[in-house]
């Protein structure tokens, strides 16, 4: 086989890449786990009239077929697929798995339901930068049977500001959550006199991409609003701000433009809680920003995009909202509120941009020298005893000379070589030869001191690879 | 939507199925780091060429195709997806695609590689009972850049010994390896006159499923074995045992049979070897036993399988072996040497059988109550105090009764509920309201005491969910 080149869109880390995504990972999953979420897995696969009950997403699935199955819906295949289902699709996102979990198992599980998930869709869209095919979303919801407290649209947020707060010490650059709140946009437009609600959200949505003047002339083509309508709400979407005052800045606007609408009252007292919570408990992380529409038609609450700061061109790198009736099976519905983190987009940029460092590419603090051959297993006793007492050791691979053991070490970033000592013996020529004690090296500063595997350990900050700013 | 059913050979567990996973997984990775594998994770696709290297497995192949895509190996599909690359399949292990990562980036990893690496695999079989499309598994790998000590094949069962051995604490039953050498395979039947080593090796591979009599006649048929060297070929494979009198065993009968064979020594040096140690460091696990063949043809040296003690029937749960030409790029050979723990195959058992008991289905230590929505802040107040010093925390759904919010607590196994006490106030008629304090109640015991969120902390044993065996 020839050498391998890489498939545009999969992307693949280094184990340098690889340690810094899986301390990311073990972050959130710590901070998502202190605040009683817990973890679950669904398959890979959905049925593929699933996947494609939201039409907008349907050129991006992946359709699987079985290599000697018959191609497209043969009845062998679904007969194999399960009950009702002729084909199915790779899942494109965690909600509409999640939504069917919920469904599925919703006589085992314990409402309200707080989940996290941790695991890679795939989308067959063009790559480019920060866009895969294959990505890792680490998803927080909540659903409630029948319903769901607002307060968990609030709650939700700041979990998020709290897990990508704590990427900090990693070198994660600081987040602003960017909310805004469906009933608002709503009650909005249809006190402006427009109908096409998702229309509207679809043009207003295109803000950042398209500008102002073009999102004008969509709305007016697309949606049937005339300019001073249009101009409205490209008003609207014009409104910002970290604190309550924004839902004065819409009141006001409303009622010169003469609205009066009970859905947007109810929408702008829960954005205005959220901000004002989000100001007490994440200073400057949580801002209103009108504009705010997510694309996905199934929100009918708050909405959240995530920029980091400083690399705002990236995209949101955690997005959700509130839905409603995403999960329903007619007899029952269990209203939820999620976010979605996309850690291969945040991971990738700081890889390209070379924010973070990692301390060594290898678990190893130590790595046993091994004089001969002859005595590796008095090495990997060592090892043995090290281990036993958490600390992360490998044993060299060759009786090289210690010179080569040592570039080994180095190699990989490891701190520590050990060298053996040798047991009490007799010379050629009768002397005898004392034993000899274990010694340590630092291979940084070169220090070596003698040691004993059952006591010795290297200082805390050594002991596992670390994840730290580049430039800290 | 219809209440959706599971889709037969796509495992997906219940959060206590899950954590139970999770905590298996953890166990895993730590032992694994503790012995200097790095991490890493690849895509889940491959082109369909290089997954059908193997004509063996080409049935089980999932192929996928971009649902606006021209059906198979359009040329724009082949564009998309990368050089030389017509159509892309889902792994169906994580050793292929190992072997591509390290071609593929050999000029950035340092050699010898030691990676582990826990992800899902696909394969379109029939479901049977521990037989699944979806699965996960822990791969350990050593790769070495042209060669690679033998001394590798003794160390990577005894890591996955030490790792399945730290999973008893959990509830999971003893393992048995069962290992084998292909040199002594290859070497006695060509010692005996046979050449179609792979047919041999394919119907010993049978023996447990057809037996004795069923393998020595199609070793006739297949391989053109006379019914005397079908015998031998069984002899052989019948040997087994815990110490090096297996290598003995095995000498007598190639000198019976009148075999003398390089080949056969070797193995027989390196099984001897692998014994010995393995009886010294994980004494009773690792056991010589010559029917061991594997189906895959790329291995070379030591073949591992592993059996979960009582449960012998659920077939390997751990597999592996030397391969030294499996990744080549014509100009270079990474030889290696690995180990695969079917994961799902396990939790499946696990919770089939109720080995395991998980103490609760929530990483919540603690529900912090709400006496009033109003006072929903405080109780957010207490809740970030007590996670603040790494105890997992939830707030109560609703201010519903006292009694409400402990059956919430109840259902998830949460041991603990705070509640919050009041502030000092003055009453209607004027007399003043002395503060009280807040309590936390084991509502296990219904033991209730006061407590300050700045110092309380449950038992250390309460602090995240525990899972243990089931008749612990």
Known sequence: MARPTPLSGFPEWLPAGRTIEQHILDALRRTFELHGFAGIETRAVEPLDQLLRKGETSKEVYVLRRLQEEPAGAPDAAADAGAGASQLGLHFDLTVPFARYVLENAGHL????????????????????????????????????????????????????????????????????????????????????????????????????????????????????????AAACLELAAISGGDASVVDRVRVLAKREGIESELLETGLAELGALVTAAAERAPGVVVADLKIARGLDYYTGSVYETVLVGHEQLGSICSGGRYDTLATDGAHTYPGVGLSIGVSRLVSRLLAADLVRVSRTVPSAVVVAVTSEGSRSGSDRIAAALRARGIPVEVAPTAAKFGKQIKYADRRGVPFVWFPGSAAAVAEDGTPVAATADQVKDIRSGAQVEADAATWAPPAADLWPRVEPALG
Chains 1, 2 share one sequence.
């Open 110 to 229: 314990a409402f309200p339901f707080k989940r996290y998930q941790i695991q890679k869709v795939w989308r067959g869209e063009r790559p480019q930068d920060g866009r895969f095919r294959e990505f890792v979303q680490a998803d927080i919801d909540v659903v409630g049977a029948g319903e769901l407290p607002y307060h968990y649209e609030v709650e939700l947020p700041l979990v998020i500001a709290e897990a990508l707060g704590s990427l900090a010490a990693l070198g994660v650059p600081p987040v602003r959550i960017l909310v805004n709140n469906r009933k608002v946009a709503e009650g909005f437009y249809r006190g402006l006199g427009l109908e096409d609600i998702d229309g509207v959200l679809r043009c207003i949505d295109k803000l950042d991409k398209i500008g102002a003047d073009a999102v004008a002339r969509v709305l007016v083509a697309e949606t049937g609003a005339s300019p001073e309508q």
